[in-house]
C-alpha cells in the first residue's frame, strides 16, 4: 500500500535567455509506509526539484503527486523537510523552533513544551534548549532541523542532503542518529544523496537518478535486516553492493560531464 | 595594525576619547591663540560659560525639550505609519508595486523645501515642525523596512511553510521577526536624520527649540551660544544612539551572535 504516488511528474525551467530545461523528465514513484528511499544521482539531474515538487515547495510541469490518495497541492505540515542549508529560525531557541509547527497548529503551551522535549530528548540536544542556533555546531543545527521537522508528526519526512555541509565523522554519528529514530518510529522517508555509503547503510530501497534531464534508472531494494549497525559497512555483501551502485552513479555522472 | 582584528573595549573608549579632546585642543589653539578672530569663532570657555548662561537664565531647557518632542513626535507619528506600510510592501508583491514608485519618487523630495508651502497651508504652530520631521523620514522608512522585509531569507520561508505556517502566520512569525533587528537599525538611523529637519524647521518661524535660539544668536552675533546649541544636538543624537543601540542588543541578542 502506497502512501506516496509520484505520477509522471516532469518539471521544466525556464531559462534566462528564453528557453526551456527539462529538468526532470516524467518521473514515477511509488512509496510504500515505511519505506527509507535513498535518492542517488549527479549534481544538476533534478534530485531537489523532485523533492521540492513532493514538499509543494514547486510545481510540476506535468503529472501529479498524491499523498493519501489526495493530490499534494501547496506545502503542508503532512510532509516534513529538512534542507542542506541551515534552516534553524535564528531569532528562536532550539526549544522554540522545535515549538513553531505546533503552535502553529494551535496546541497549548504546556502541550508543545512536553512535545518538543521529548523530542530535543530524541535527538540527543538536552541542555541546549535554550540556545540559539547560532550557538550551536552544524551537526546540532540538523539535529534541531530534524526534531522540529518530526515533533509535527508529518506523514513523511523529505531530506535534501541534509548531512552534506557536515565533516566526515558528524556525517556517519548522523547517519546512525537518523537511523536509529527511523527503526523506532518507522517514519516514511524521502532521502536526496550523493553519498553512496550513506544511501546503502540507511534506506531500505535505494533509487539512481540519471544524468538531466532525470529519470530513475534504478530503483532496488537494500536486504541488510534491522536494527543495522555501522559495522555492516565493512561486510562484504555491503560492498558488493555499494560498487554495484558506483558503477550506476558515475556513468552518470560522466554523462552530466558531457552534457555540460 | 592588522584589517579587521578587534581591539579591546578600554584601547576603543580611550581612543574614541583622545580625539574628542584633539578637537578641543585644535579648536583652543586657534581661538586662544588668535589664529581665528573672535567674531566668528568663540573659545571653548566662553562657549561653556555662555552654554551655562543659556540654560540657567534663558530657559534654554526648554527650548531642548521642545526640541526633543518635536523630532520625537514626529518621527513616532512617522514610525506608527511607515512600520505597517512597509511590513505589508516587502511582504506583499501587488500593495509594492502599487506605492513603491511614488514612495521612492517622495524621498527625493526635500523635507526642507516643503517648509514653506507647510507655513502656507499650517502655519507655523507645532504642526508645521511635525510635518517636516514626518515627511522627511516617512518614505525613507517605509522603502528601506519594505526591501529588509522583502529579502527575508526564502529558505526559512519555505522552511516554515513545511511545518504548516499559513500565509498570515508566515507574516507574523517569519518575515517580521527575522528583519526586526534590521529594522530596529532602520529607526535608529533614520531618527539621526530627523534631528538635522528639526533643526531646519526652528531656524524658520519657530519660536522656541535650538534652531529658534541658534537663528536669535547669529543676528546679535554670539558664535558662543550657537556652537553651545550644536554641541547639545551632537550631544543628544548621540544619547538616543546609544540608548537605541543598548535596546537593539537587549531585544534582539539572537542578531549580535557570531558576528563579531
Ligand atoms: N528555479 C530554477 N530555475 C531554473 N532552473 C532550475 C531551477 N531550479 C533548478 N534548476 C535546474 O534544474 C536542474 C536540476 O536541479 P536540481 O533539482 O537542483 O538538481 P540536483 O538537486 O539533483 O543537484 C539543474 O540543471 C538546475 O540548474
Ligand atoms: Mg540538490
Known amino acids: ?260 | 595594525m592588522k584589517p579587521l582584528t578587534p581591539i579591546s573595549t578600554p584601547k576603543r573608549i580611550a581612543l574614541g576619547v583622545s580625539f574628542f579632546v584633539l578637537f578641543f585642543a585644535v579648536w583652543a589653539v586657534a581661538t586662544f591663540g588668535g589664529f581665528v578672530s573672535r567674531t566668528f569663532l568663540a573659545d571653548p570657555i566662553t562657549m561653556v560659560k555662555s552654554g551655562y548662561t543659556l540654560i540657567t537664565e534663558m530657559g534654554f531647557l526648554k527650548d531642548i525639550g521642545m526640541t526633543v518632542w518635536r523630532v520625537v513626535g514626529g518621527f513616532l507619528i512617522a514610525a506608527a505609519i511607515a512600520l505597517p506600510l512597509g511590513v505589508a510592501m516587502g511582504a506583499y508583491k501587488p500593495i509594492e508595486a502599487f506605492f513603491e514608485p511614488f514612495v521612492s519618487f517622495s524621498r527625493y523630495l526635500p523635507a526642507s523645501a516643503f517648509i514653506p508651502l507647510l507655513i502656507l497651508w499650517v502655519g507655523i504652530g507645532e504642526e508645521q515642525k511635525l510635518a517636516v520631521i514626518f515627511i522627511g523620514s516617512f518614505f525613507q522608512l517605509v522603502l528601506m523596512i519594505a526591501v529588509v522585509v522583502g529579502n527575508t531569507r526564502r529558505d526559512l520561508v519555505e522552511a516554515a511553510y513545511t511545518l504548516g505556517a499559513s500565509d498570515a502566520s508566515l507574516v507574523k512569525r517569519v518575515l517580521i521577526p527575522s528583519a526586526a533587528p534590521e529594522i530596529a537599525e532602520i529607526l535608529r538611523m533614520v531618527l539621526g536624520w530627523a534631528w538635522t529637519y528639526v533643526i531646519v524647521a526652528e531656524l524658520i518661524g519657530a519660536s522656541s527649540g535650538i534652531g529658534y535660539m541658534i537663528t536669535n544668536s547669529q543676528a546679535l552675533l554670539a558664535t558662543d551660544q550657537i556652537i553651545f546649541g550644536i554641541i547639545v544636538i551632537g550631544v543628544i543624537g548621540l544619547v538616543s544612539d546609544l540608548l537605541f543601540k543598548f535596546a537593539n542588543q537587549r531585544f534582539f541578542p539572537w542578531a549580535a551572535l557570531g558576528k563579531a
Open chain 1, 1 to 260: 500500500m502506497s502512501i506516496l504516488s509520484i505520477r509522471g511528474v516532469s518539471r521544466e525551467f525556464s531559462t534566462q535567455s528564453g528557453g526551456k530545461t527539462l529538468a526532470l523528465q516524467a518521473t514515477n514513484l511509488e512509496v510504500a509506509e515505511n519505506d527509507f528511499i535513498t535518492i542517488l544521482g549527479p549534481s544538476g539531474c533534478g534530485k531537489s526539484t523532485l523533492l521540492r515538487i513532493v514538499a509543494g515547495l514547486d510545481r510540476q510541469t506535468t503529472g501529479e503527486v498524491l499523498l493519501d490518495d489526495k493530490v499534494i497541492d501547496g506545502p503542508g505540515a503532512d510532509r516534513g523537510m529538512v534542507f542542506q542549508s541551515y534552516t534553524l529560525f535564528p531569532w528562536l531557541t532550539v526549544l522554540e523552533n522545535i515549538c513553531f509547527g505546533l503552535r502553529e497548529r494551535g496546541l497549548p503551551r504546556d502541550q508543545q513544551i512536553e512535545i518538543a522535549q521529548s523530542f530535543v530528548k530524541k535527538v540527543g540536544l538536552v541542555g541546549f534548549e535554550n540556545h540559539f542556533p547560532k550557538q550551536l555546531s552544524g551537526g546540532m543545527q540538523q539535529r534541531t532541523a530534524l526534531a522540529r521537522a518530526l515533533a509535527n508528526n508529518p506523514r513523511m519526512l523529505l531530506m535534501d542532503e541534509p548531512f552534506g555541509a557536515l565533516d566526515h565523522q558528524t556525517r556517519e554519528l548522523m547517519q546512525e542518529h537518523l537511523l536509529g529514530i527511523w527503526e523506532a518510529e518507522r517514519k516514511t522517508i524521502l532521502f536526496v544523496t550523493h553519498d553512496i555509503d550513506e544511501a546503502v547503510f540507511m534506506g531500505s530501497r535505494v533509487v539512481v537518478m540519471s544524468a538531466r534531464p532525470g529519470r530513475i534508472k534504478l530503483d532496488r531494494e537494500i536486504p541488510f535486516a534491522h536494527p543495522r549497525h555501522y559495522s555492516i559497512k565493512t561486510t562484504a555483501d555491503f560492498a558488493a553492493l555499494k560498487g554495484e551502485l558506483t558503477e550506476q552513479v558515475r556513468a552518470e555522472v560522466i554523462a552530466s560531464q558531457a552534457l555540460a
